[in-house]
């Protein structure tokens, strides 16, 4: 595992979601369009897809420095949820 966020950067992007998932999410939950691309909408989704230990570690599992966020999505699974998230690629890619 490679450390990106500290605990308080960790809990200011989770309470930046989740005060996004309380405005925009049906239950708490966000579904269709406002699940994607949020980098290119919400100040706090750019700064963290642009967090330089994130780019670095993204730059490093490439071999590569020219990067960029294609896209962006949320995929919402709380604590102790029944909900079942497999392991997918989207047919984007």
Known sequence: PIRVLSREEAAE????LEAYEAE???Q???GGDARFKIHLL????ARLV?????V???QEALGTKDILVWSSDV???PPHSATY?????DSTY
Request: cysteine-free.
């Open 85 to 89: 998230a497999s392991a997918h690629q």
């Open 42 to 45: 919400l100040p706090w989704a």
């Open 13 to 16: 992007a989770l309470a930046e």
């Open 50 to 54: 642009r967090h330089p230990a994130l």
């Open 56 to 58: 670095a570690a993204a």
């Open 24 to 26: 925009y999410g049906e």
């Open 28 to 30: 708490g939950r966000l």
């Open 75 to 77: 995929n919402d699974k």
